[in-house]
């Protein structure tokens, strides 16, 4: 889905580790899981708000941190370490103690890695380099001392010696190092997290994302879509977020066209992603029932799947999930006017058949659609406002829509669905032949009935 | 020496490249850089089989190399940095200072960008002049965009004839030497393309010199200052030498290796008159010879350096002399 992917990039990820982590994002489905997670992000906010500098001196040493886990899976076989392994350790465990230091954050285990650098830094300079140190073996201290002053015949030999000598020491740090390899381990999942749950932190406080509420149906209040809302923002335009309630069964919304339907769908779905990866919501509250799978029926297949027609392509998908439907429950089912592309006798009874069958199911589904009368009174039904009545002789355009377009939700008794696809093309401005052949023909058609 | 970074770059394979490089490593004496632009890989050359030399670097000196090559270093160093935004297909590049006088071979990054973050980075780490080892006979790395100064070696690896040695030696420095076009800053935010300089500049609809016959008319018919910011072509300078006279006829490049042309259709074109000048120019230090041919002949070496000393105004330097001499 475009929106979650546009939210993860912007993810202000620091290290490699941290990258590793997104590309392996769990969907969690259980409550406790995802609780867990909503718990760390609340600590690291608080964190964030209350300690800035420290949490600023942390990134900063983040960006020195780099992905050794290799290195350390090597610590596993009777492999020797080498000067470039041994100084890539030495280097993680440097910045590492620094970042372990500075805080503690109770979602991490943060074991010492002291040790791993007293073994490494036998000279205690604390520096980011390393070699065979003088100080490991006083031999290996002579015959450097010697080398310096030899001839080229002698230097070659005790370049030999030298070699070998360093070559046991290596064994002998390797070995050592050996008994802080769960520490390492620990330490690299630790800075993954670290940098991970920072960066959901820090995202959650600046698109004003919220923590939300675990239920077992769904409720917002602001609900709004993060992407969308950042660029009418660029625009200097308003975002207007909507209140939605969705239980178990199917709840059908109405509305005329470019009142945003299909924002609603992806918002939802974006919203219930975010919380089963374990992420805050981008709505004022939010209360969300955990659900196994998420299923968005939502644009034109027609391109995504080649030679098939878009209806084709709408009915395989939904094929799919009545499929997955027979094996498991507790799923989100968002279609976007399902059926558009047929016709309009059949294509009403397509969206009735669904509703009734998806509204025997202990999911949760939603359906937009313009047809009339696909739902009995059981259907729970919303209606977007649409266009303000006093807006109805301004112009419509691109500036202006979302100045005319109330986007909030009313509940129904009755399935209305509103007629204002002539309003609106008339607001538009719409070729005026068109416009009153369109009146003409509806004033015959009434008369008939 | 005011310069921060030097080229070391030989004529031909076995030109006496890394005895040069050796030499000025021994000689200098500041806090010393040294890396390679590319991979000079093997220590058998593959065509000559003759041994490569390795790289001889003195204590503290900071070097920059390929894991694997670290990996084979035959001195004691301790590592500074390991690059992971500068891989070749040897590892990642090593950044390390020597604690003792010992051998090392270099391999660095190929591209220009990342040369060049390279020479910072060990610059970071105090170094006061980094030292380029040219990757094989290419002259790239000399490019002023890269190093602020060339070394050049040559030697009879080039050629064994020794009024060939002389002549292509003195053909490469008059090309290092070429004056700087004055305007060369309104040319050098131009993008790549070829260019008519006139009162104004007037770009060429054709994208390199490969393809100058299928312009409408004659090049010189749209003007007599021609500036590419491609590589300017042997066949093209013949081209224009079949013109009775080139007297007024300029030809601008970025800089001396964009220059492909040999030393007779370069001498021909200047006669009739014709001008080539760069955007920069490259300040050539030294020239360094080697007599020794790898396939087993001696030139003479006195003689090499007197012959050219006649036509370059350069200090000339016999690196393996004055190696002996040293000991």
């Not at chain 1, 708000?49 to 990134?59: A, S």
């Not at chain 2, 670290?70 to 590049?93: F, H, N, P, V």
């Not at chain 2, 020239?287 to 050219?308: A, F, Q, V, W």
């Amino acid at each position: 889905m475009f929106e979650i992917d546009h939210l993860l990039n912007k993810l202000e990820i620091i290290t490699p580790l941290g990258q590793k982590r997104i590309k392996n994002l769990i969907f969690f489905t259980k409550e406790n899981q995802i609780s867990t997670e909503l718990d760390k992000i609340a600590e690291t906010i608080e964190k964030i708000q209350k300690e800035k500098e420290k949490i600023e001196k942390i990134k900063t040493n983040l960006m020195y941190i780099k992905d050794i886990s290799k290195t350390v899976e090597r610590l596993k076989g009777d492999y020797i370490l080498d000067d470039i392994e041994l100084y890539e350790i030495k280097y993680f465990s440097l910045y590492y103690e620094e970042i372990r230091k500075i805080m503690t954050f109770s979602y991490l285990k943060q074991p010492a890695l002291e040790k791993v650098i007293e073994i490494l830094d036998p000279d205690g300079n604390k520096l980011p380099t390393f070699y065979i140190y003088d100080s490991y073996s006083k031999e290996l201290a002579k015959i450097r001392k010697m080398k310096k002053t030899a001839c080229e015949q002698e230097k070659k030999e005790l370049f030999l010696k030298e070699t070998e000598i360093e070559e046991k020491i290596r064994k002998v740090l390797t070995t050592k190092l050996k008994k802080y390899m769960d520490n390492l381990e620990q330490a690299l999942k630790d800075v993954e997290e670290l940098d991970f749950v920072l960066a959901k932190a820090k995202q959650a406080i600046d698109y004003g994302f919220t923590r939300p509420e675990i239920s077992d149906y769904i409720s917002y209040q602001g609900l709004f879509n993060p992407v969308i809302k950042e660029r009418l923002e660029k625009e200097g335009k308003k975002y207007q977020p909507i209140d939605i309630k969705l239980y178990e069964g199917v709840t059908l919304i109405t509305g005329a066209n470019m009142t945003g339907k299909t924002v609603i769908l992806r918002t939802l779905a974006l919203s219930q992603y975010l919380f089963q990866y374990g992420f805050y919501v981008p709505a004022k509250s939010a209360k969300i029932k955990v659900l196994k799978k998420i299923f968005l029926i939502s644009g034109d297949y027609q391109s995504a799947l080649n030679g098939l027609s878009s209806y084709a392509a709408e009915m395989l998908k939904l094929n799919e999930i009545l499929k997955y439907l027979k094996e498991s429950e507790q799923v989100m089912i968002l279609l976007d006017e399902l059926a558009r592309n047929t016709n309009p006798h059949e294509g009403k009874l397509i969206v009735k058949a669904v509703t009734r069958i998806l509204n025997e199911l202990s999911s949760i589904s939603l359906i937009t659609t313009h047809f009339n009368n696909v739902a009995d009174k059981k259907i729970r039904k919303l209606r977007i406002r649409g266009i303000k009545k006093e807006k109805l002789t301004d112009k419509i355009s691109p500036e202006n829509i979302t100045e005319i377009i109330d986007y909030s939700l009313v509940e129904e008794k009755e399935e209305i669905v509103p007629e204002e696809a002539l309003t609106i093309a008339k607001l538009l401005n719409i070729d005026n032949k068109l416009i009153d052949t369109i009146e003409k023909l509806k004033k015959e058609e009434n008369f008939h009935e | 020496m005011q310069f921060e970074s030097i080229s070391v770059v030989g004529l031909e394979k076995n030109a006496g490249k890394t005895e040069t490089l050796n030499y000025i490593i021994k000689k200098l004496d500041k806090k010393m850089g040294v890396t390679s632009i590319g991979i000079d890989g093997e220590s058998i050359d593959q065509v000559t089989s003759m041994p490569k030399p390795e790289i001889e670097i003195k204590e503290g000196t900071i070097f920059a190399t390929a894991e694997k090559f670290y990996r084979q270093k035959r001195l004691t160093a301790e590592i500074l940095s390991i690059e992971d935004s500068l891989r070749t297909s040897l590892g990642r590049i090593v950044i390390a200072r020597a604690l003792d006088r010992g051998k090392v071979i270099l391999a660095g990054p190929q591209s220009t960008v990342k040369i060049r973050k390279l020479i910072e980075k060990i610059k970071s780490f105090g170094a006061e002049v980094v030292l380029i080892d040219g990757a094989l006979s290419r002259l790239s790395p000399a490019s002023p965009v890269i190093t602020d100064a060339m070394i050049l070696a040559t030697g009879a690896a080039l050629t064994i004839n020794m009024n060939e040695l002389v002549k292509k030696t003195k053909h490469i420095v008059n090309l290092i030497q070429l004056d700087e076009y004055e305007n060369n800053h309104e040319l050098s935010k131009l993008e790549d393309g070829i260019y008519i300089i006139s009162d104004k500049i007037k770009k060429l609809p054709i994208k390199s010199l490969l393809t100058f016959k299928s312009l409408e008319k004659h090049i010189l018919e749209y003007g007599n200052k021609i500036y590419l910011t491609g590589a300017l072509t042997d066949n093209f300078i013949k081209y224009l030498n079949k013109q009775k006279s080139l007297k007024e006829v300029e030809i601008i490049v970025k800089d001396f290796t964009k220059i492909f042309i040999s030393p007779e259709t370069y001498t021909l074109f200047t006669k009739k008159g014709g001008k080539i000048k760069v955007l920069k120019t490259t300040k050539l230090i030294a020239i360094t010879i080697n007599p020794y041919s790898p396939y087993g002949y001696m030139l003479n070496s006195d003689e090499i350096k007197k012959r050219l000393k006649e036509v370059i105004d350069i200090p000339i330097l016999n690196v393996r002399e004055d190696e002996l001499c040293l000991k």
